[in-house]
C-alpha cells in the first residue's frame, strides 16, 4: 500500500490504519526473534496449497544524490514507497526517507 498525500485531501484514515498493520508486523516479528511463537497464529487464517508469488509493489526510480550507500548522479530504484507527498517534497520507501527533486516529465 502507498500513502499518497495530497493538499487537496489531507485525511488520516489511511495513515492510522496503515501504523496499526505495522504495529502488528513489528508484534509478531519480535516474538520471533526472541524465540515465541506469536499470539496471533492461533487466530490467523490457514493458506493450503501455498507457494511464493510476486506482486507489483509502487517503487520510485531517479539519479540519486546524497545516498548513504550509492554514488550520486546513478540511477537508483527505491524499495516499496509507502508513503509519499509530492507537495511538500518527499516519500517514504520501506528503508528510508527520501527528499524529492525535480520530477521526470512522464
Not at 37 to 59: D, I
Not at 85 to 102: F, H, I, K, M, V
Amino acid at each position: 500500500m502507498t500513502i499518497e498525500f495530497d493538499v487537496n485531501n489531507l485525511t488520516c484514515k489511511n495513515v492510522k490504519d496503515e501504523l496499526l498493520r505495522l504495529e502488528a508486523l513489528k508484534s509478531d516479528l519480535t516474538s520471533v526473534l526472541i524465540g515465541v511463537e506469536p499470539a496471533s497464529l492461533l487466530s490467523a487464517p490457514k493458506l493450503n496449497h501455498w507457494l511464493y508469488s510476486e506482486r507489483f509493489v509502487h517503487t520510485i526510480i531517479g539519479f540519486v544524490d546524497e545516498h548513504p550507500e550509492f554514488p550520486d548522479e546513478k540511477m537508483h530504484m527505491t524499495s516499496q514507497i509507502i508513503c509519499i507527498n509530492q507537495d511538500a517534497g518527499w516519500a517514504r520507501s520501506t528503508s528510508r526517507l527520501y527528499r524529492l527533486g525535480e520530477r521526470m516529465d512522464d
